[in-house]
């Protein structure tokens, strides 16, 4: 091997430890969406800080591994951020093998706050990579992570020979993120890596006994790349993710 790796494995063990989907417990926020955080803020924003002055800052490439959450299905992809290095950050975006690479603009990003886009502000070619859905630890997805990291790095010449696992992804312009206007019990009526048409039933928000029917339309046609899989949501709540365009 060739230059330095530094690796992470567990970067927000009290959310780990408490099976907490998606935030930090002691303060209720989602540790990625807190970055560059704060040295004086809430505990989210402060390990955020800390996790962007000793691993973002010094790096000269980013990678973020992701999976689905608890309440999460999940089609494997990769996403990286309008920046003046994105044309490396989708080398290794393609290159981690994925099936679809989403690109965020500045203007309508989408995933705020996270590792990957403050690494692009400061000029460092970085992606999230998600792989595995449910908090299942699923074999397959991690045998993925490990295959779309070995990719990238003989794509950066950390490791001698080509990437083997190269795919040709379907590469999306955006997201639309879906939320619920209404609290209640969510079906969702397509899946993750299936195409959907514009105008498209996606999903119904209802009570529980079936009554107050708020049906769920895609925007635009596009791809769902996660779902969420519980059907208890509250009022704005997050359905699903289509990356746009098919």
Not at 65 to 80: K, Q, T
Not at 203 to 216: A, I, K, P, Q, T
Request: glycine content about 12%; some cysteine.
């Amino acid at each position: 091997m060739q230059g330095t790796i530094t690796v992470a494995p567990l970067v927000n063990p009290a959310a780990f430890w408490a099976r907490s989907p998606f935030v930090v417990p002691m303060d209720g926020k989602n540790l990625n969406r807190s970055f560059p955080g704060k040295p004086d803020g809430s505990a989210a924003e402060v390990l955020a800080y800390h996790l962007s002055r000793t691993f973002i800052e010094p790096t000269d490439y980013f990678l973020d591994l992701h999976a689905g959450d608890l309440p999460e299905a999940l089609e494997p992809f990769a996403l990286y951020d309008e920046s003046p290095v994105e044309a490396q950050a989708r080398e290794m975006a393609i290159g981690y093998g994925l099936g679809h690479v989403v690109r965020q603009t500045r203007a309508s990003r989408t995933v705020g706050g996270s590792t990957s886009a403050v690494a692009a502000d400061l000029g460092k070619p970085a992606i999230t990579a998600e792989s595995g859905q449910n908090g299942i630890l699923d074999r397959a997805a991690v045998e993925r992570h490990l295959a779309g990291l070995a990719g990238v790095c003989a794509h950066l010449g950390l490791l001698p020979g080509a990437p083997t696992n190269f795919v040709q992804p379907r590469e999306h312009e955006g997201w639309h993120w879906l939320r619920t206007p209404v609290a209640g019990w969510w079906e969702a009526t397509v899946f993750v890596g299936q195409p959907v048409a514009a105008g498209e039933l996606i999903g119904v928000v209802s009570d529980v006994l079936g009554d107050g029917r708020h049906e769920v339309h895609a925007p635009e046609a596009g791809v769902p790349l996660f779902v969420t899989s519980s059907p208890a949501v509250v009022a704005d709540g997050l359905l699903m993710g289509i990356a746009r365009g098919h």
